[in-house]
C-alpha cells in the first residue's frame, strides 16, 4: 500500500529552468512533508519541510506547495542548476506513528548544462 | 560536528549467514531510525528507537530482522539466516527528539549484498 505516491520518475530540465516534482498521499493524518535530496552514495539530506497549515513555503530557490483538500504537494526548483541533479523524496509522517518517514519512490532529475 | 555515521560502507554476504550493522548516530540524538532502501525506491522504515527502547518496530519484515541500542546511542541491526532479497542499502538517521519537525539526520548508508 503506497501511501505516498510521488511523480514523475525521472525529470530532465535545462539550466536556468524550473524543476517541479510532485507527491500525493492518503492519510489525511499526516502533519509533516519533508522533501529530502538524495546523490548517489549518499544518504537522503532534508531540503524544505512543510506542515498543513501553511500553504507555501519557500527556501532559497526551492519551494514547496501545500494543497490540503487535494492531499497534495510539490516541490518547485527555481533557477535549475546542473548541481541539483540528484534523486528527490517526498516523505511525510505523523505524530501518532513514530514519526517515521513515509517516502515516496522518487525523481531522477537531471539538469543539462 | 560529526553526523550519522554507519559501519560498515558495504557488507557482502552468502545466503544463510548473519550479519550485523552499525550505527553511530549524532551526539546528543534521542530518536534513532532504520530504513531499508532498495534499487530505485525510497527508503522504507523498520525500527524507531526512542531512547533505549524500540517504541516502534512495526516495520520489521519478519523475526530475521531485530535491532538493539543498549545504552541509547549507537544502534546494531541483526539479520540472521540472511535472504538474497535482504540485499538493500540500510540506512540509520537519528533526530534530536523524534518529535514532529525534528530534522532526521541520516548516514550513508550499509550496501549489503547477499550472495
Known amino acids: 500500500q503506497q501511501q505516498v505516491k510521488q511523480s514523475p520518475q525521472s525529470l530532465i530540465v535545462q539550466k536556468g529552468g524550473i524543476s517541479i516534482i510532485n507527491c500525493a498521499y492518503e492519510n489525511t493524518a499526516f502533519d509533516y512533508f519533508p522533501w529530502y535530496q538524495q546523490f548517489p552514495g549518499k544518504g537522503p539530506a532534508l531540503l524544505i519541510a512543510?506542515?498543513?497549515?501553511?500553504s507555501e513555503k519557500k527556501e532559497g530557490r526551492f519551494t514547496i506547495s501545500f494543497n490540503k483538500s487535494a492531499k497534495q504537494f510539490s516541490l518547485h526548483i527555481m533557477d535549475s542548476q546542473p548541481g541539483d541533479s540528484a534523486t528527490y523524496f517526498c516523505a511525510a509522517s505523523r505524530m501518532d506513528s513514530s514519526y517515521k518517514l513515509i517516502f515516496g519512490s522518487g525523481t531522477r532529475l537531471l539538469v543539462r548544462p | 560536528g560529526a553526523g550519522v555515521s554507519q559501519t560498515p560502507s558495504n557488507k557482502v554476504t552468502e545466503k544463510g549467514k548473519y550479519v550485523e550493522l552499525r550505527c553511530d548516530p549524532i551526539s546528543g540524538h534521542t530518536a534513532l531510525y532504520w530504513y531499508r532502501q532498495s534499487l530505485g525506491q525510497g527508503p522504507e522504515f523498520l525500527i524507531y528507537?526512542?531512547?533505549?527502547?524500540?517504541?516502534?518496530d512495526s516495520g520489521l519484515p519478519n523475526d530475521r530482522f531485530f535491532a538493539v541500542r543498549p545504552e541509547g546511542s549507537v544502534s546494531t541491526l541483526k539479520i540472521q539466516r540472511t535472504e538474497r532479497g535482504d540485499s538493500a542499502v540500510y540506512l540509520c538517521?537519528?533526530?534530536?527528539?523524534?518529535?514532529?519537525?525534528?530534522?532526521?539526520?541520516f548516514g550513508p548508508g550499509t550496501r549489503l549484498t547477499v550472495l
Open positions: 512543510i506542515r498543513p497549515d501553511v
Open positions: 528507537f526512542q531512547g533505549t527502547g524500540a517504541a516502534d
Open positions: 538517521a537519528s533526530s534530536l527528539n523524534g518529535h514532529s519537525g525534528a530534522e532526521q539526520f
